[in-house]
Each structure stands twice: as structure tokens, then as C-alpha cells.
């Protein structure tokens, strides 16, 4: 297999970190997306989005003329291996929509040829990979594992850290044939420091949307179990941290109020779609999307609360991501209320002013950056000691045990504690 590789996709969150990781292991490579301003970015050295270490790789990259970005799909047909990472969202339904991949190959079969390896990485319906190999097959004439060759192979890293994973993460690979693994497990061993594992095509399909649900699925519990402390005016955070103290058979992960994301937001309607037993994966998903409006219903009941402050905009810590981020969600609740609301996010322009917090009502913590961690330094700024703080996380340490559960009022902040004994 050659050394000449296009990403379709090339500068999203998934595309080009696989790009920059290519062009450092001596691939020649072609970013190939309709993104045209993301392109001209990269190509001049700049990111379009945080990720980790991936400024260096692209520097090495641009110098090495190792990493062309480009709109033109024709670059597929120079080739020796197309790799597509392309969007596969849901509707307005919350049916997955398969159209993205299958225009993909619709549009770009001219520019196939014999002896390429085709590489499906985005998260698919089961059976998406039966389907392309179809439609190429249909649109070619070209026979997969004779001709040419087709691998389902999810990428699985976090976002953010993909530089880093990409090269140490196993790789599931599924194929219809022996060649096509072959073919694509030589490919992946030349940057992964781990193994690959063969797989059928549906296996490796369902294993990504699996592990994604399980992180989804675990955080619904958390979030219902949260639910379920405050009626009974108990402390979760403490609850957990006690049962999990030497205890190796809870893994629970903490209670928040902005689980979310391009990829858990959606995954589990890959999952359901067409079985009638999927009660615990839309109840997880009603629980996830429904924190924002019990948080609503607890600011309701003050009815001194007018300015209310959203803290973190991104839909995890750290990121620049905005997709599918709840709190965009409760800006949207907050505002049929007519409450005057103020977003801050240190990630996003626009969003940076933390001085606009001063004289807040009350202060939402949706998205617990690092930059929000000194409580005090944030309560100085809003200068009243009546505001409501909302932190469901449990990520300002002294109040994680000494609130209602994650609602304080900023005089009780004030207080010393001694934490939990």
C-alpha cells in the first residue's frame, strides 16, 4: 500500500488531527473539505479549534509539505488511501441520517480506481458499511476484495487529546474480507503503538456506538441518582465520594448539567433505531437533556432572581466545541422566563467578559473550565452576597459537600467549612 493518503473531512475535530498525525509518519496528505476557510487557516499555520500538541504537528507538517488542505475531491483519485470522517448527524426526529456517506461516495466514485483502500471511520448505523460497499461496488464495478478494498475502522480518541491517542488507542477494523484487513491493519501499524483486532463490519459499527452509550448511559445514572438525593435533601457528592472510597465496585461518574457532545447527544438513536426495547437509552437521554430545565425550576423558585449567569458555553471543560452543548439550551429556557442573562465562556469570542458577572442574581456553572475554578475570585466579581451559585459538578471544592446539592448562596460560601470527615 502506498504513502499518499486524502482525509475527507480534513478539517473537523476528528479529520485533522488524523491529518497532522499522517503527515508526521511520512504519509503525503490530502485534507479534503468543503470548509474553504479552515482550510486557508491551516494551510497558514493556525488552527481552527484547540487540540492539544497539534500545533506542533502541524508546523512539522507545513514544513515537511507533508499536508495539503484543499476542496478538490479529484485528489482522491492520486490516492492510495481515502480515509472519510464526514459528519453523520441525526434528524429533527432524532432518526440518523445516512445520506452524508452515501452522497459521499455517489459524488466522488469517478475519482475511485483499483487497488485503493477505502477507510469509514465516522459513527454509522449498523449495516452503513454493508450499504457503501454496495454503491461502490454498484457505482464502480469494482469488486470490494478483488479490486478494491473497504475497512470499517472507528477512530475512538477524545477530543482534544486526539493527537496523543490516535497513536496509542487499539484499533477496531471491520471488513468483509481477508484482503481488506490486511491491507488496513498495515496501514494503521505504521503510526499505532498498540494492536488491531478483526472484526465483522456490524461488530465494530455497534462497538462504537456501545462505548459511547455506556459513558452516556452511566452519566444518566449519575444524573438520576442526583435527582433522586435532592428529594430526599441528601448530598450526592458525598454519597458518592464516601461509597466509592476504597470501594472498587462503583464506577460512577460525577452528576452534570451539560452532558452533551457531537457524539453522545446522538449515538444511541444509531443504536435504537430499528429495535422496539429502547426504554433505557431514551430515558437516559431524557434525563441528560432534561437537567437544564430542573435547574430553571429551582432558580423559579426565587423570585428575587433576575440576572442570571451562564458559566461555560463549550459542551465539555477545555474545548472551544459548542455542539450540542446544553447550555445553549438553557439560555433558550432561561430567556422565555424574560430573565436578563449574561453568557461567559474564556473559549469563545464574544463570551470572554467576566467583568459582565458583576451584580448577578444568579451564576449557572455549566461547563467547568479550569479558568472558573476560584470561587472567591468569581464571588468578588458578582459582589452579592444573595446571588444563588448552581454547581451540579461538585467542582468548587469547598461547596461540593456544604450546599443543597449544589446550590448555595454566595454569603454561605463565606463560611468556613472543614469538608467531609
Known amino acids: 500500500m502506498g504513502r499518499v493518503v486524502s482525509v475527507l473531512g480534513g478539517a473537523g475535530h476528528v479529520g485533522l488531527p488524523f491529518c497532522l498525525v499522517l503527515a508526521n ?21 493556525t488552527l481552527p479549534f484547540i487540540e492539544e500538541g497539534a500545533g506542533e504537528y502541524l508546523e512539522n507538517a507545513l514544513k515537511r509539505r507533508r499536508l495539503m488542505m484543499t476542496s478538490d475531491a479529484s485528489k482522491i483519485r492520486e490516492s492510495d488511501i481515502v480515509i472519510v470522517v464526514l459528519g453523520t448527524p441525526v434528524d429533527e426526529n432524532l432518526n ?35 450499504l457503501v460497499k454496495q454503491l461502490i461496488e454498484k457505482n464502480t464495478g469494482y469488486i470490494i476484495g478483488e479490486d478494491i478494498f473497504l475497512a470499517y475502522a472507528p ?59 455506556t459513558r452516556y448511559v452511566n452519566f444518566a445514572l449519575a444524573n438520576e441518582f442526583y435527582l433522586i438525593a435532592e428529594f430526599f435533601g441528601a448530598n450526592i457528592h458525598k454519597i458518592i465520594d464516601v461509597y466509592k472510597y476504597n470501594y ?110 458583576r451584580g448577578s442574581d444568579a451564576i449557572v456553572l455549566m461547563t467547568p473550565h479550569k479558568e472558573f475554578s476560584d470561587l472567591q475570585a468569581i464571588m468578588n466579581l458578582v459582589a452579592n452576597d444573595e446571588c444563588l451559585y448552581v454547581d451540579i459538578w461538585g467542582f468548587w471544592e469547598k461547596m461540593k459537600y456544604n450546599s443543597r446539592n449544589g446550590y448555595f448562596f454566595g454569603k454561605e460560601a463565606k463560611v468556613e467549612y472543614s469538608g467531609m470527615r
Open 25 to 45: 509518519h511520512d504519509y503525503q496528505v490530502y485534507g479534503i473539505d468543503i470548509n474553504e476557510s479552515a482550510n486557508k487557516l491551516i494551510m497558514q499555520g
Open 96 to 130: 440518523p441520517r445516512i445520506s452524508t456517506l452515501t452522497q459521499m461516495v455517489n459524488d466522488n466514485s469517478q475519482f475511485f480506481r483499483k487497488g485503493q483502500l477505502i477507510i469509514l471511520r465516522s459513527t454509522v448505523s449498523p449495516g452503513a458499511t454493508g
Open 155 to 213: 477512530e475512538r480518541v477524545l477530543q482534544g487529546k486526539a493527537i496523543s491517542e490516535l497513536r496509542i488507542l487499539p484499533q477496531p477494523i471491520g471488513v468483509l474480507d481477508d484482503k481488506s484487513y490486511k491491507f488496513a491493519e498495515e496501514f494503521f501499524l505504521t503510526f499505532l503503538r498498540d494492536k488491531c483486532f478483526k472484526m465483522t463490519p456490524v461488530e465494530a459499527e455497534l462497538g462504537k456506538l456501545i462505548a459511547n452509550m
Open 248 to 357: 472498587p465496585r462503583l464506577n460512577l461518574p460525577v452528576p452534570g448539567s451539560n452532558v452533551g457532545g457531537p457524539c453522545l447527544y446522538k449515538d444511541g438513536w444509531f443504536l435504537v433505531e430499528r429495535i422496539p426495547f429502547n426504554e433505557l437509552i431514551s430515558s437516559a437521554f431524557k434525563i441528560n437533556e432534561g437537567m437544564t430545565m430542573h435547574i430553571v425550576s429551582k432558580l423559579e423558585q426565587y423570585p428575587q432572581i433576575k440576572k442570571v449567569t451562564i458559566l461555560g458555553m463549550t459542551f465539555k471543560p477545555g474545548s472551544d466545541d459548542t455542539r450540542n452543548s446544553l447550555s445553549f439550551k438553557l439560555n433558550k429556557q432561561l430567556a422565555r422566563n424574560a430573565y436578563d442573562i449574561v453568557l461567559v465562556d474564556p473559549f469563545l469570542e464574544g463570551y470572554r467578559d467576566m467583568e459582565r458577572v
